[in-house]
């Protein structure tokens, strides 16, 4: 009778992970469909394109609904779960509202930049391994380099300022080195072998640049850390960009 219930027990348990194993991975597919749906309008609303951003943001409202009312209910036990997608949604909400008006792009942008840290908590509370988190988590860091070489010449960029790029730079060349590291599922993100070339293209040059700043700051040269603290972005944004659809808003796929 004991060796029937232990076994009983561990065909709940196999079962039990075998059911989560699968949720996870269709989760993942469908966070996959959301980013692409995602990353254009986050995008075109930094760039204040006002009618290729209205035309995205149709189309994220589309999946974030199909998305919402498929995941609404789907994770019980994380106590944060359902508030998180009540957030997505309001963000969602505010960026539409935005982008409608056409005017404040900015702010549209904004609102939808708070939506990648949502989801990239979410996922990491759960144990979701996916490859885009790494890019948003070195986005913070590679802004606040830009952002400083920006707003600085070489005649006013100070100690405080490179001791800033400095600490941000060390942590943003971490998780770079997660990001060249992870293994990469290109059937999952939908990535064909012209866009692997492109991605690869891109992780070189970004790992170049990185090495070039770094290089600038052994040797304490404002210019050259001016420089190439601003030259770490592009490749980045190329890089990530690759995730999202930009063919739809094109009108070249329906």
């Known amino acids: 009778m004991e060796r029937r219930n232990a076994k009983i027990v561990i065909l709940i348990l196999g079962l039990s992970l075998l059911l ?3 949720s996870k991975a269709t989760l993942k597919k469908d966070f996959v469909s959301f980013d692409r749906a995602f990353i254009p309008p986050l995008a075109l609303t930094r760039a204040e394109k006002v009618n290729p951003s209205k035309k995205a ?9 199909t998305f919402k009312a498929k995941h609404y209910e789907a994770n019980p036990n994380d ?6 997608f009540d957030k997505v949604d309001q963000k969602i909400s505010e960026a539409a509202k935005t ?7 900015m702010d549209a942008h904004e609102s939808l930049e708070e939506i990648r840290y949502i989801f990239l ?24 380099i830009v952002h400083t070489a920006d707003e600085n010449d070489p005649d006013t960029l100070s100690d405080s300022d490179k001791e800033t790029i400095r600490e941000q730079y060390e942590q943003a060349s971490k998780i770079w080195h997660r990001i060249k590291t992870s293994e990469f599922d290109r059937d999952l993100y939908g990535f064909n072998d012209e866009k692997t070339a492109q991605m690869k293209k891109l992780l070189k ?13 052994d ?3 404002n210019a050259l850390i001016i420089e190439t603290g601003k030259a770490i972005k592009p490749n980045y944004a190329k890089l990530y960009k690759l995730f999202g659809d930009f063919e739809r808003i094109k009108g070249k796929r329906s």
């Open 20 to 22: 989560t194993g699968f």
């Open 79 to 84: 106590s944060k779960w359902k508030k998180d």
């Open 205 to 217: 040059m970004e790992s170049e640049a990185l090495n070039k700043l770094g290089k600038a700051l």
């Open 121 to 144: 908590e979410l996922r990491k509370r759960n144990g979701i391994d996916y490859y885009i988190d790494p890019l948003s988590e070195f986005h913070v860091f590679m802004e606040v």
């Open 219 to 221: 040797v304490n040269n």
């Open 99 to 105: 982008v409608k008006s056409g005017k404040n792009l």
């Open 57 to 65: 943001m149709k189309l994220l409202k589309e999946n974030w609904g």
